[in-house]
């Protein structure tokens, strides 16, 4: 192993994440990628048993899916930003994302903090890593 992947290797390894989605098997697939890839995940199907069970300033990133029966990726992300206004957060969607009420949390995140479900493993790795490593959140950029 050369020196660079090396060092991406060891990057990687402290990147701490945080994955919400209410389907077992993608959670459990997002789970298995990600630590094969280096980070380390806590998961939950279940948006209220995560907001619970959240550590502060613990997480480079969450990422969540939009539509759960419970509580939805969009009033989970307004709750985990009262618990920890600089944690960085993405989405996931299978279908088509509608702006309405949530409009003031697609004005503030780029567009590449949402993330279009099936995606490819390399794929995911690829968007996760630029998000971790992405400078400071421009508000209203796209």
Do not use: W
Request: charged letters at 30%; aromatic letters at 10%; glycine letters at 6%.
């Amino acid at each position: 192993m050369d020196g660079e992947k090396r060092h991406k290797s060891r990057v990687l390894m402290s990147r701490r994440l945080l994955v919400v989605d209410d389907e077992p098997d993608i959670n459990t697939t997002l789970e298995k990628v990600l630590e094969q890839n280096g980070f380390k995940v806590d998961s939950y199907d279940c948006p209220l048993v995560a907001l619970d069970n959240f550590k502060p300033c613990y997480y480079d990133l969450a990422i969540l899916d939009i539509k759960m029966p419970e509580m939805n990726g969009f009033s989970c992300y307004r709750e985990f930003k009262k618990l920890d206004k600089n944690l960085r957060i993405c989405f996931l969607t299978a279908g088509e994302m509608y702006y309405g009420v949530y409009s003031d949390i697609f004005s503030s995140l780029p567009v590449n903090y949402f993330i279009r479900k099936p995606i490819g493993n390399e794929e995911l790795i690829k968007r996760v890593d630029e998000i971790i490593n992405d400078g400071p959140i421009q508000i209203g950029s796209k």
